[in-house]
């Protein structure tokens, strides 16, 4: 079947805070174009602890109303996740009404009157 690779590369300031994010997916002999990335959350599951790691950076040219986009599409994407891995559509809704939530607060989406 192959491998896939992803590269994530960061270079770090003198106070070693991200700098530049660029990452890049290699799907065989594909190219090593990367492309720049303010901010990045990276989470796996340990087989044998059956912990969750953990890796969160971004740059300080990241704004806050930009976290906040990328923080309310990542809790989108983790609703879905969810949903089809457990087909539990139960909890995915209540985990969707507080991503509605947030993104209303956040004013990434327009309240409902």
């Known amino acids: 079947m192959g491998n896939n690779r992803i590269i ?8 070693k805070y991200p700098k530049e994010i660029k990452w890049s997916a290699k799907n065989g002999a594909n190219s090593e174009d990367f492309s720049n990335s303010k901010a ?4 796996m599951f340990d087989k044998e602890t059956r912990d969750t790691i953990e890796l969160d950076l971004w740059t300080k040219e990241m704004q806050v109303i930009e976290m ?7 809790l989108n994407s983790i609703v879905n996740m969810y949903h089809r891995a457990t087909k539990n559509t139960e909890l995915a809704n209540e985990m969707q009404s507080f991503v509605r939530y947030f993104g209303e607060k956040t004013e ?6």
Not at 108 to 113: E, G, H, T
């Open 40 to 43: 990045f959350f990276l989470s």
């Open 108 to 113: 990434i989406l327009k309240r409902n009157k």
């Open 8 to 15: 994530i590369d960061t270079e770090l300031d003198e106070n």
């Open 68 to 74: 906040d986009r990328f923080v309310f599409q990542t």
